[in-house]
């Protein structure tokens, strides 16, 4: 192997294991254990690692390809050792903290959600009806000539667009509450932001992988009682990326 070593993350294994995917630059992928848990690493010969997207996609695959049936504490992209005894080193400093994360998520996956309205054309036709001093004033501004009514129809533009935020943050609340209650974990990775693409939320949802029928039939039948309106789009089983804080001693 290289005198250097890229790190994808840890997971529980108490001896070498070797993965089916390739790392970066192709490179073969192996876990590096010890105790109970391991290190997922490939060799590699530069001090630096170029955060290209297919380096970025190889990091992701890796992580992707182990999640499927092992739970892994994710690294950061571009985490660099320089040898087996840093490897080693890396953890027999961190082991308890490894460990006591691993067994706090064990065989728990992340489903990341994104809802957002179906046409956002007409969403706005709704906060017009919903707010008829708008519409009135809206209507009274495009029926003056361009030139007189410049500022106005600033002012306007920027009354509609504070209402349809804050519609898409009552919704969004809504929405990603109703999906939380299958989910072990929550978090908002997007909610309420300006957008116009209409997205109304963006979530990170911590799932058992033995629960994860119910969070999909649940989301199922959200957007099944939304219909047409709101349409939902979700990851495959992910690491848990927005469940994991390590604070690593190198």
């Known amino acids: 192997m290289g005198s250097n070593y890229y790190l994808y ?48 996609l190889a990091h992701e695959r890796v992580l992707a390809e182990v999640i ?11 985490t660099l050792a320089p040898d087996l005894a840093a490897v080693d080193s890396l953890l027999r400093r961190n082991y308890s903290q490894f460990k006591r994360t691993l067994g706090k998520l064990r065989g728990a996956i992340e489903i990341n959600v994104t809802a957002s309205w179906h046409d956002l054309k007409a ?25 007189q009514t410049y500022q106005d129809r600033l002012r306007i533009g920027q009354i509609v667009a504070d209402a349809l935020e804050a519609k898409k943050h009552s919704e969004g609340e809504r929405l990603y509450n109703d999906l ?30 033995g629960a994860f029928p119910d969070f999909e039939r649940n989301l199922l039948e959200l957007g099944s009682r939304h219909g047409s309106r709101v349409d939902f789009r979700y990851t495959d089983a992910l690491p848990p990326y927005h469940f994991v804080d390590l604070k690593i001693v190198v």
């Open 180 to 209: 939380r209650k299958k989910a072990s974990g929550a978090c908002q990775v997007c909610m309420g932001k300006p957008s116009g693409d209409g997205i109304i939320f963006t979530g990170a949802f911590l799932v058992k992988r």
């Open 68 to 78: 499927k049936t092992k739970g892994v504490l994710p690294f950061e992209f571009g």
């Open 123 to 147: 969403i706005c036709e709704e906060v017009l009806k919903a707010h008829p001093t708008i519409a009135g004033y809206k209507r009274e501004i495009m029926s003056r000539p361009y030139d």
């Open 9 to 56: 993350g840890v997971l529980e294994a108490p001896e070498q294991v070797f993965l089916a995917t390739l790392g970066l630059e192709r490179q073969a992928v192996t876990a590096i254990p010890f105790r109970e848990i391991a290190v997922v690493a490939s060799p590699w010969q530069s001090e630096v690692v170029p955060a290209t997207p297919e380096n970025c």
